[in-house]
């Protein structure tokens, strides 16, 4: 694996037009491609330098990927190249260092546009995507959008509803609670089932031509579970809402393609594959993009201004104010060429085996209830579980004892977890680095648990 | 760190016998006062009651009773925190107080006084975990808030008791080391 790790400067060299279509327009049917072997996920950890550290003696078993993934050296080398290389403003000054930094800036552009089958337009760079969410939410809920000619068929007005779902993380719920708020539109939601699926029995009846916007997650980070876009973007059509898909935990582990989803705007983040921290990404339909308003005003999204008013750019700029954060941009593309060459129907392939793994042995564990779907299917590997009469801090405390990484607390998803009777949870999530052996370890530790605080 | 010096037989003997666990009605003739507590990074909450009794010699802890949820660390601190302030006149009772607080945000620099804080010296590893502070602290902050609100005389209309079922208030009362203090998870 170590020799498809970019070379230092290759993201500086990439010519932004050649990323542009289709790298993943040959991607099989899910479950026919084999994952990565062994063999090749040792070597996959050769590119991770944090995997080689240990925690409290123990070798580190990071199973906390869904918060935040590791970074491979390509992506640490790509961002140190450029910051020891190039390093300048872009899109503005007529030096040499700033026309390379604007050619890195949208050469990582057009590979995370190729990366989810769409065009560098359609590509908005954000801080994370919480942020994404928030321009989306707040843009449609500005009276100032309903007062826009092109705009105000999208905007929010009282009497509207917004849709989204139980299992939202809080960054596809709140910002919506404040649009409703602010617009005087309603917010809804689609129940879940108890085996932590969308209940779509209710569907035609939730969503209806009162819906002005369906958002959802496509992939819950906590049951895991994958949403059917298909039928939830079906109905928005029938009754013209428009779609916000919640990718921040697809876009990492499953091959997504936006244009065939068909959404009207997509937002992820890039930390959760394999990138840096402080960037995440607003994608959308080039004229749901060109329609809307901007969000954050100032600097760069502007064309004329005056001491009274100013004018806009064209998106992606229209919705990138201020100065970008071009080395995290850099970071990304390597990132998303390192997923490209592993191939992200093998990404899912072992994401699916080692999840199959873990629910298969958490079925053989006494007093452990998992929260989603048990088996593998249409879910990844985010996997929470409650452990009966043990609090999820007091877990992560006894697996950290061992080197284990995983995650405590609801994850930013109180509704989900007050929806199965659980205040919090403890989640393992696996990522292309994982291995067979860490979630044995994870199953192992978690065994004792119960034991440790004499509750079994 | 050794897992068993952050869980001393203490924290898990507490942790399975929690003193003071339900909420009742406070005493004939004492103030008492309320107080919510929710820990941001995971959601878990308690409301903690105080009664507190005049006497001659100064105002003194006259029951504590709380109902909450939580894990073994923010459960037997509350539990051991019962053990040590009923009874006591308030005055003591709030020089516990800040030495427990003291010793939890010490980052293990601190050699805890065993005559002071009696059981609680066990809570001395949580002050090496950053992310436990807040679960140590919870139920503390809930008694210093209702304490300073039964001692201070008649119940204000605001202080009304707040249902388990509330909006959560966040601890506000309990602010820890910057680095400690990182709000919501994800
Ligand atoms: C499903 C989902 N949506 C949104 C977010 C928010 O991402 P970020 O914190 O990077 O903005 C996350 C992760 O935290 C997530 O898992």
């Known amino acids: ?456 | 760190m050794s897992l068993d010096q952050l869980y001393q037989q203490v924290i898990l003997d507490h942790d399975r016998e929690r003193h003071g666990c339900g909420l009742r009605p406070a005493p004939e003739g004492t103030a008492d006062a309320e107080s919510h507590q929710v820990n941001p990074l995971c959601g878990d909450q308690v409301t903690l009651r105080v009664a507190v009794r005049q006497t001659p010699d100064g105002p003194v802890v006259q029951d504590v009773s709380w109902a909450g949820e939580g894990c073994s660390i923010s459960q037997a601190s509350l539990s051991v925190l019962y053990d040590l302030v009923v009874g006591r006149p308030v005055p003591e009772a709030e020089e516990l107080l800040g030495a427990f607080r003291t010793m939890i945000r010490s980052r293990g620099t601190v050699e805890p006084d065993e005559e002071v804080l009696g059981d609680a010296v066990a809570f001395v590893g949580v002050s090496r975990h950053a992310n436990r502070v807040k679960c140590a602290m919870l139920g503390w902050a809930a008694f210093e808030d209702a304490l300073h609100r039964a001692d201070a005389g008649p119940v204000p209309a605001t202080a009304a008791p707040v249902p388990l079922t509330a909006v959560p208030v966040p601890v506000t009362a309990d602010p820890v080391p910057a680095t400690a203090d990182r709000g919501e998870d994800r």
């Open chain 1, 1 to 456: 694996m170590a020799d498809t790790a970019l070379k230092a400067d290759t993201a500086l060299k990439q010519d932004p037009g050649t990323l542009a279509v289709g790298l993943l327009a040959a991607d099989p049917a899910p479950g026919s491609t084999p994952g990565p072997t062994a063999q090749e996920i040792a070597a996959i950890r050769e590119d991770f330098p944090v995997l080689h550290r240990t925690v409290g003696g123990h070798r580190l078993v990071y199973l906390d990927s869904a918060a935040t993934s590791q970074r491979p050296r390509s992506v640490l080398d790509a961002e140190t190249a450029y910051s020891t290389g190039c390093n300048a403003a872009v899109h503005r000054g007529a030096h040499t260092l700033a026309e390379e930094a604007t050619d890195a800036y949208e050469a990582a552009r057009s590979a995370a546009a190729a990366f989810v089958g769409l065009g560098p337009d359609q590509i908005v760079w954000t801080r994370n995507a919480t942020e994404a969410l928030n321009l989306v939410a707040g843009v449609l809920s500005d009276p100032l959008t309903a007062q826009d000619p092109h705009a105000a068929p999208l905007a929010l007005r009282p009497g509207d509803e917004v849709v989204v779902t139980e299992m939202e993380h809080h960054a596809n719920l709140v910002p919506w609670q404040r649009a409703c708020a602010r617009s005087g539109a309603r917010l809804r939601w689609l129940p879940l089932t108890d085996d932590g699926r969308l209940d779509l029995t209710r569907l035609e009846e939730i969503v209806t031509p009162a819906t002005r916007v369906l958002s959802f997650a496509h992939v819950s980070n906590v049951l895991g579970t994958i949403n059917p876009v298909d039928v939830l973007v079906a109905r928005a059509r029938q009754v013209g809402a428009l779609v916000v898909l919640d990718a921040c935990q697809s876009v990492p582990h499953l091959p997504v393609d936006l244009s065939a989803l068909d959404v009207d705007l997509a937002v992820f983040s890039a930390h959760k594959m394999l990138g840096p921290t402080g960037l995440g990404v607003l994608a959308g339909k080039a004229e749901i993009l060109q329609a809307l308003p901007p969000f954050l005003t100032g600097g760069s999204m502007v064309s004329t201004v005056t001491m009274e008013t100013a004018t806009f750019q064209d998106p992606p700029q229209r919705f990138e104010a201020g100065t970008p954060p071009v080395s995290q941009t850099v970071a990304l593309h390597a990132a998303v060429d390192y997923l490209t060459a592993l191939g992200m129907d093998r990404v899912a392939a072992h994401d699916r085996t080692l999840t199959a793994r873990a629910l298969a042995g958490l079925r053989d564990l006494p007093g452990i209830r998992v929260l989603g779907p048990v088996q593998a299917v249409d879910r990844v590997g985010a996997v929470s579980v409650v452990v009966d009469g043990v609090h999820p801090h007091d877990v992560g405390q006894v697996l950290d004892a061992s080197g284990i990484a995983v995650r405590v607390g609801h994850h930013c998803a109180q509704p989900v977890h007050r929806r199965y009777g659980a205040t919090a949870s403890t989640r393992a999530s696996l990522y292309v680095y994982s291995t067979p052996d860490e979630v044995d370890a994870f199953l192992d530790a978690l065994s004792g648990v119960r034991a440790y605080f004499k509750k079994a």
